[in-house]
């Protein structure tokens, strides 16, 4: 019964890791196809750890294509709620680093309060706060939903007078 929730929790992980692979691709950050479309054998291969893959270890740093210092910062939550200490952590990482942009994956919503301070964190700083049940399709890649597109300055000003 274990193994079997584990089992189900590493590929909720890896469809996880592989949309958010996809994501920053898709904004023109640099990932190799074989980070993008990972096989499910070969992320436990990386990161299955005693049975159980391990969040902390699923973190990534992007560089843009267009810019090598535009760097992008993919980092996973350890526990159930973010919290406070977690995001000063953050901050001092980012600070560290030279990092102006994050993406952190909580497995639930943040708090009250860490939503605050991450309110005042992205004066500083450009983060974005995913649930990973919101990562586990990438819908982009939905038959359905057509293929975005960056306008132009034109074509957003025709659009802008309709």
């Given at each position: ?111 009250t309060q860490s939503s605050k301070i ?16 919101e990562l586990l399709v990438n819908i ?8 975005h597109q960056v306008l132009t300055a ?9």
């Open positions: 019964m274990e193994e079997e929730r584990t089992e189900r929790e590493t590929i909720r992980l890896w469809r996880i890791y592989r949309t958010l692979h996809q994501m920053v691709n898709d904004r023109g950050y640099q990932v190799t196809a074989n980070e993008r479309e990972m096989s499910l054998d070969h992320f436990k291969s990386i990161y299955v750890r005693g049975g159980s893959v391990e969040r902390k270890e699923l973190e990534f740093v992007v560089q843009a294509e267009s810019n090598p210092n535009d760097q992008l910062l993919v980092m996973f939550q350890s526990g159930d709620v973010l919290r406070i200490k977690e995001l000063k952590a953050i901050y001092l990482r980012m600070e560290s680093q030279a990092l102006e942009k994050a993406i952190i994956v909580c497995q639930k919503a943040p708090t991450i309110t005042e964190m992205q004066s500083r700083f450009h983060l974005e706060v995913f649930q990973e049940a982009t890649k939905h038959s359905l939903v057509p293929e034109d074509e957003k000003a025709a659009l802008l007078l309709k």
